[in-house]
């Protein structure tokens, strides 16, 4: 079981609907830098990226008797990113930390974790305005508590780069992807407003 301390179990215990995990994902300052952090090192520092703050999600998720489910989101020349994921009698939904204002969360009313992930096709795309989605692999997080990922105080960045061993469904390949047209100027800007440019991928 894990030891969280009393602040962490008070907080964890107030974020007790996605729609406050949600939001408390979105105050936290973006982490620009290249590392990984545990849920207890972003709830110490307020800081993550959208693999930290998937972590977080998940874990808050966890505690309130979920499992602690995440999508890996594969792209082509872009930044890959993750999902939260949850299941409830309306459908599947999603919580999700993102330098984009259009890769956020999701209502649970999605029939299956494929119909979950094509609600993002339309608006995953680089800054150059290419879409850019192409495979997804839904993961349980307890195949990797010997990371001890809700609490460690280490890096754990090789446990996110290891998502990518996972077995992944394709959506498009890289070339088929290429053929699809741009997305309109009026997304692209929508899609970025109030991003830390420091934090996107560089197409």
């Known amino acids: ?37 545990s849920p207890r090192m972003v709830m110490i520092t307020n800081e993550g990226h959208c693999f930290e703050g998937g972590l977080l999600a998940a874990a808050a998720l966890e505690f309130q008797g979920m499992k602690p489910l995440m999508v890996d989101l594969e792209a082509h020349n872009d930044d890959h990113h993750v999902l939260a994921v949850y ?47 192409t495979s997804y692999a839904l993961i349980n997080l307890n195949k990797y508590n010997h990371w001890d990922w809700r609490t460690s105080e280490k890096d754990l960045e090789e446990m996110g780069m290891s998502f990518w061993k996972e077995k992944h469904s394709k959506l498009m390949t890289p070339a088929h992807i290429r053929m699809l047209p741009k997305v309109s100027k009026t997304t692209l800007e929508a899609c970025f407003l109030g991003a830390n440019p420091d934090g996107l991928f560089k197409a």
């Not at 999701?106 to 879409?131: H, I, Q, W």
């Open 1 to 37: 079981m894990t030891q969280w301390v009393p602040s962490e179990r008070r907080l964890l215990r107030q974020l007790n609907t996605p729609r406050k995990i949600q939001d408390h994902l979105d105050q936290l300052t973006y982490n620009c830098e290249n590392s990984a952090f």
């Open 87 to 133: 299941q409830t009698k309306t459908g599947w939904g999603s919580i999700a930390k993102s330098n984009t204002a259009l890769l956020r969360a999701r209502a649970p009313f999605y029939r299956s974790v494929r119909e979950l992930v094509m609600s993002y096709f339309d608006f995953y795309f680089n800054t150059k305005g290419e879409l850019s989605l």
